[in-house]
């Protein structure tokens, strides 16, 4: 099974290529800032605390984004793969899809991590906000969630590159392009 990890700071572009990702190869697709944006808005009581710690741009606990995890796992146990985006965001978050994917016999293939520049990606987020009205998609929460990505989630890429599972990707020019540059790592790892 193909299981990867699109990995990269907000605003990389993770959404918009596992769109494609997930076209040309089939796979399960497993966001859990979108997991966690439907309990938001079907007002759970999860979303309720979850909603107070995104609108800060902090994390939301381990505890309850790897629940979130092992119920999709579960739900979709014979598709050909998944896609992770957004996850994991710690290393602990890593350890524990380690776990869960164990429980199948499985394991990630490859974590592609997407590189921009800080600049562009503010950019590119002040724009999002203005079109879709993202409530964390502004300039103070946007610097407080790059920064907590610097802090709390590039650590995980040492987690991978310890596996010899990290591949970097340049996630700038046209959405084409890097798209080109993800299949290149992808088709190496596949089989
Ligand atoms: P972005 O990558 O653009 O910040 P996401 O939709 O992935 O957007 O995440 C939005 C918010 O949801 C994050 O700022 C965080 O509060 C929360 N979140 C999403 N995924 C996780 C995760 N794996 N662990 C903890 N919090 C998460």
Redesign the pocket.
Known sequence: MLHIVLFG???SG?GTQSEKIIEKYGLVHI????L??EEVAGQTELGKK?KA??DK????S?DI?IRMIRNKLEENQNGSGYIF??????VD?ARGLRKALTDYDDRVSVMISLEVPREELVKR?LKRGEETGRT?DNLEIINN?ID?YNRQTIPVTYYYDKMHKHAAVEGTGSVNKIFDRIVEVIDKVKD
């Open positions: 700071p907000p605003g993770k966001s859990t800032g979108d966690l944006r979850a710690i995104m741009g902090e994390l939301v381990d984004v985006d957004g996850f994991p965001r710690t978050q987020l964390d969630r907590v």
